[in-house]
């Protein structure tokens, strides 16, 4: 059964960086898309990144464009989200959770969306994201 590990985060200045892993186990990651979120307190979980293993498309809101980066190590079996200029307002519990690429045409597999929220086959435990002076 496929399992997911977040690490790296911790807390960093504004304008500053931080490099989030996600390890898988249990299975490869070339059937699955991974999707990267976040929920700050008091907010709801959203959707950061995402990648489909697949074909290597991917996908992410508006906040992290331009500014964060996904791409997946195969030989690590490892999903990696680079996050750059981080702001205050990124502060928040990162979660990385596989969805099966099959649920959806390739140009809507990574698509945010309750769809998409309610094929999520494993989230992980999450890894704290603090900016902040």
């Known amino acids: 059964q496929l399992q997911l590990v977040e690490s790296g985060g911790g807390q960093v200045q504004p304008g500053g960086s931080l490099r989030l892993s996600c390890a898988a186990s249990?299975?490869?990651?070339?059937?699955?898309?991974i999707g990267w979120f976040r929920q700050a307190p008091g907010r709801n979980r959203e959707g950061v990144s995402c990648i489909n293993n697949q074909d290597g498309k991917t996908y992410s809101k508006e906040f992290a464009k331009g500014r964060f980066t996904i791409s997946t190590d195969n030989a690590k079996n490892t999903v990696w989200l680079e996050m750059n200029s981080l702001k205050p307002e990124d502060t928040a519990i990162y979660y990385c959770a596989a969805i099966p690429a099959s649920w959806a045409p390739s140009r809507a597999v990574c698509y945010f969306s309750s769809l998409m929220y309610n094929k999520i086959e494993t989230w992980g435990e999450g890894t704290q994201v603090t900016v902040s002076t």
């Open positions: 249990g299975s490869a990651l070339d059937h699955y898309a």
